[in-house]
């Protein structure tokens, strides 16, 4: 069977591994809840690169990514990056559902 060809820009994929072995406490934490399909049965991926970015968290089938916001998020810079990419993922037709490290930390059952 022919391999298809990559969409991703060249080193999405090596930062994605970057950033699942980076992991923050929070995506470690969501990571144990959303693995192995416990979450509804459906099945979920971490840092999962989507040309040309990468979310925490992705489910394709639900065409639903999972973004857990750290400080970077809150400055400025981080926030118009943020706007950008919600705009290209709704575009692509993937809704993005976002929470704190905060929430997911002291709240987990309500983000569950």
Not at 10 to 39: M, N, V, Y
Not at 69 to 87: A, F, I, K, T, V
Request: with cysteine; net charge positive.
């Amino acid at each position: 069977m022919p391999r298809r060809k990559s969409l991703l820009e060249p080193g999405s994929l090596e930062f994605a591994r970057h950033l699942r072995r980076e992991a923050t406490d929070a995506e470690t934490l969501l990571w144990r809840h959303l693995r192995d399909r416990q979450l509804a049965g459906h099945k979920f991926r971490r840092q999962h690169p989507l040309s040309p970015y990468v979310l925490d968290f992705y489910c394709e089938k639900l065409r639903l990514g999972i973004e857990l916001d750290g400080g970077q998020h809150y400055l400025d810079e981080g926030q118009q990056y943020d706007r950008r990419r919600s705009e290209y993922l709704l575009c692509q037709r993937i809704r993005v559902l976002r929470f704190s490290n905060r929430e997911v930390l002291l709240e987990l059952p309500v983000v569950l």
